[in-house]
């Protein structure tokens, strides 16, 4: 059980929002993956998304960066609607999100740095960004890419997996590599599908850990899909301390803003929880209670 | 009814514009020079062996045929112009391309299929690349260059095989076989005999590359994108053969 001082509470900062669902509805050959989901994402928040096996938990990622298009409603990133844009145009916009897929989504016929490197050398803003850095620096705009991959590997500890292909690597590496791709542009959104699923409890918390510290250091905007309860109890209440590089429980007062952490609940499409994870765990319905069960809390 | 309709016209809806997409592709930037010349030796110079091989024995067949027939009218001198027509026109077109289908459409559709369920697709869209630019353009352009070329290829070395029973069983000498075969030959049998290759690689890359983008399901999903792209290129190929044939001869029936 959480402690009462480990609670989290909602704030919704002034900022401007970063993602923006309204009623959106998706059905694929007649099944319904998202049915009227409405949500807002602003500047720092962790969103933490439950649901079992076909909930829609990954279509909702899809949707949220144009990779799936909804049948109605409206999705707005970075204050962009983004329902009725063009592949082409949605290049611009996605680069501000990282992404870890599921199933990895790593390039087979690339090494890890070429993989990570992606990002930085085919999206046109990034590409040019980089270009722009390397010029200035007056030492080439690979140098700056190459910098900013080892850098991005540092983090999550795997420097010298350069030049090893996916193929190579263990499960939980290929999910640390693919964290090192999706942060490797400073994202403002950061999109999690299921990032511990199939892995072992010590590389499964070695990855939140990962995903806390990128969250904490660069207060990025997080949503992660799991169905792991113990997942979202860490993004809730712990927090990684940049002096002592620890993950280390949360305090109230200062902490409190600084882990504003969402849980939603989905079930055949729908949104059937939103709030805290007090809240979640105060719940009655018989489906949200299923994974606060499975999580042991 | 209309429900059992929906599917296949969706899907060919999908291919209609998977192919403009494609085509269109290749008069837009980026343009991915290397995945091209990738692909041109994965499919041309790792085809060439088999394709020489088929083209060898399908001219040898041909003679051994011809020749049995061709005797029994006295007319065995003529064994290398019925070779040259046979494998120019039809032949050698069409067994090269169900063999660039069987070896290319199944690599093509098991790679993209494979990148598809492990969400290599989504994430070459995520991070800023068109994946029907970056995988499907590409591997068109390859084909259309190197079918009609490997196809040269095997209606040459199958003119070979047939010279060599000509000269071994009919006891033809090299210039009477090369004489008729090449006399035999006319401008508009070279053009239909590159013309057909050149759609069959439009329909091998496209047909292999949309049931590879469409693959669902896992690893069997894959192995039933493999099949379809193999037995409906197949069967595309043997179907426009004889569109163009047909067209061919109307256009260009002899006076």
Known sequence: MLSPDSDTTFVTPADSIILRFEDVSLHFDGTVALDHVSLEVHPGQTYVVFGAAGSGKTVLLKVAVGLARPDSGRVSLFGQEITRLREQDLFDIRARVGILFQEGGLFDSLTVAENVAYPLTNQRTLREAAVASGSSAGNGAVRSVDDRVRESLRFVELEQTLDKFPAELSGGMRRRVGIARAVVSEPALLLYDSPTAGLDPITANTIIALILKERDLRNTATIMVTHRYQDGHLMANFRYNPNSGQIERARGGGDVSQVSTKFLVMNAGRLVFEGTEPELQASQDSYVRKFLRVGGA | ?255
Not at chain 2, 64 to 90: D, F, K, N, P
Not at chain 2, 118 to 133: F, V, Y
Not at chain 2, 174 to 195: K, P, V
């Open chain 2, 1 to 255: 009814m209309l429900d059992l309709l929906k599917p296949p016209i969706e899907a060919f809806q999908e291919f209609v514009l998977l192919s403009i997409r494609a085509v269109r592709n290749i008069f837009r930037s980026p343009h991915y020079a290397d995945d091209i010349f990738i692909q041109m030796d994965v499919i041309g110079v790792g085809s060439l062996f088999i394709v020489s091989l088929i083209g060898l024995f399908s001219g040898i067949v041909m003679a051994l045929q011809m020749a049995r027939a061709l005797t029994q009218y006295g007319a065995q001198g003529q064994v290398g112009s019925i070779v040259a027509i046979t494998l120019v026109r039809e032949l050698g077109p069409v067994l090269t391309a169900i063999l660039v289908a069987g070896r290319n459409a199944s690599g093509i559709a098991s790679e993209l299929g494979s990148m598809k369920v492990t969400e290599q697709i989504d994430a070459m869209r995520a991070l800023g690349t068109d994946p029907i630019q970056k995988l499907v353009t590409p591997r068109l352009i390859a084909i259309a260059v190197v079918l009609p070329l490997l196809t040269i290829i095997s209606d040459f070395i199958g003119l070979i095989g047939g010279y060599f029973i000509a000269s071994g069983m009919l006891g033809l000498t090299f210039s009477e076989y090369w004489t008729t075969a090449w006399q035999a030959l006319e401008y508009n049998d070279l053009f239909q005999g590159l013309l057909k290759p050149f759609v069959f690689a439009v329909i091998i890359a496209l047909v292999g590359c949309f049931y590879g983008m469409r693959t669902t399901g896992g690893t069997q999903g894959v192995g039933r994108a493999t099949t379809s792209a193999v037995v409906s290129s197949s069967v595309w190929i043997f179907v426009l053969t004889a569109f163009i044939t047909y067209v061919w001869n109307r256009a260009f029936a002899r006076q």
